[in-house]
């Protein structure tokens, strides 16, 4: 896995990815004054308000780094229905929040998908409502981080299922199994829609970051 993050986000720490082929992933600052759109992409922003337009450009700047870093061109990534349309032979994510924004594209894959969360966004107000009653039964046996990390993956693997399933999955019909000691997940699909079924032949991974967490999710049939 290629890997790219703005150094003073990092402040010294470079999270160890997998060693997955022909896959990055780029971390940037939210609004980066280095942060440029393509052609194509700077129509689709006309008509953008201030914050969708700095969430929108860093987006697809993180994700024209992580293309240069497989050795591609940079290619717009364009939209259909607000979801991202990526170029042919690629396929990717984008997540951002207030500070960061984060993307991944691969070659390798059928399907990826990434996310990044402020750890306390998840309160335990709101885990009745994300999270199977067994997830929320395990949460309370896990550190802290873990009701953020689980939402964070479910939101990966939404993203990743999407273009394969077309179809929305609501919280209840996924459910998020942890593997601390190697910082990964697997989802389990209890829904009855047949194509989001491939979302448990996905692996994916975390890493925490100062006060958020990133969450990355492939496909591979």
Same mark, same amino acid.
């Given at each position: 896995?290629?890997? %790219?993050?703005? $150094?003073?986000?990092?402040?010294?720490?470079?999270?160890?990815?997998?060693?997955?082929?022909?896959?990055? #992933?780029? #971390?940037?600052?939210?609004?980066?004054?280095?942060?440029?759109?393509?052609? $194509?992409?700077?129509?689709?922003?006309?008509?953008?308000?201030?914050?969708? #337009? *700095?969430?929108?450009?860093?987006?697809?700047?993180?994700?024209?780094?992580?293309?240069? #870093?497989?050795?591609?061109?940079?290619?717009?990534?364009?939209?259909?229905?607000?979801?991202?349309?990526?170029?042919?032979?690629?396929?990717?994510?984008?997540?951002?929040?207030?500070?960061?924004?984060?993307?991944?594209?691969?070659?390798?894959?059928?399907?990826?998908?990434?996310?990044?969360?402020?750890?306390?966004?998840?309160?335990? *107000?709101?885990?009745?409502?994300?999270?199977?009653?067994?997830?929320?039964?395990?949460?309370?046996?896990?550190? $802290?981080?873990?009701?953020?990390?689980?939402?964070?993956? *479910?939101?990966?693997?939404? *993203?990743?299922?999407?273009?394969?399933?077309?179809?929305?999955?609501?919280?209840?019909?996924?459910?998020?199994?942890?593997?601390?000691?190697?910082?990964?997940?697997?989802?389990?699909? %209890?829904?009855?829609?047949?194509?989001?079924?491939?979302?448990?032949?996905?692996?994916? %991974?975390?890493?925490?970051? %100062?006060?958020?967490?990133?969450?990355?999710?492939?496909?591979?049939?």
């Amino acid at each position: 896995m290629h890997w %790219h993050c703005d $150094d003073h986000i990092m402040r010294g720490m470079q999270p160890s990815w997998p060693m997955l082929a022909d896959t990055a #992933l780029a #971390l940037v600052a939210n609004g980066t004054v280095d942060a440029r759109l393509l052609s $194509d992409e700077r129509r689709l922003a006309r008509s953008m308000g201030s914050q969708r #337009l *700095k969430d929108f450009t860093s987006g697809r700047h993180s994700a024209h780094i992580a293309q240069r #870093l497989l050795g591609l061109d940079e290619q717009s990534v364009l939209r259909v229905d607000r979801s991202p349309l990526w170029p042919l032979g690629q396929c990717g994510s984008i997540s951002h929040c207030r500070e960061w924004a984060f993307a991944g594209v691969s070659t390798q894959f059928r399907s990826i998908g990434v996310d990044i969360e402020t750890i306390n966004r998840v309160t335990p *107000k709101l885990h009745r409502a994300l999270f199977r009653p067994d997830e929320i039964a395990a949460l309370g046996a896990q550190p $802290d981080t873990a009701a953020a990390i689980a939402f964070s993956a *479910k939101e990966a693997g939404y *993203k990743a299922i999407f273009p394969i399933g077309g179809t929305f999955i609501g919280f209840q019909e996924a459910s998020i199994e942890l593997d601390w000691p190697h910082q990964q997940f697997r989802i389990r699909y %209890h829904g009855a829609h047949e194509p989001n079924k491939a979302l448990e032949s996905g692996v994916g %991974h975390w890493r925490l970051i %100062h006060n958020h967490v990133l969450t990355f999710f492939s496909i591979q049939e």
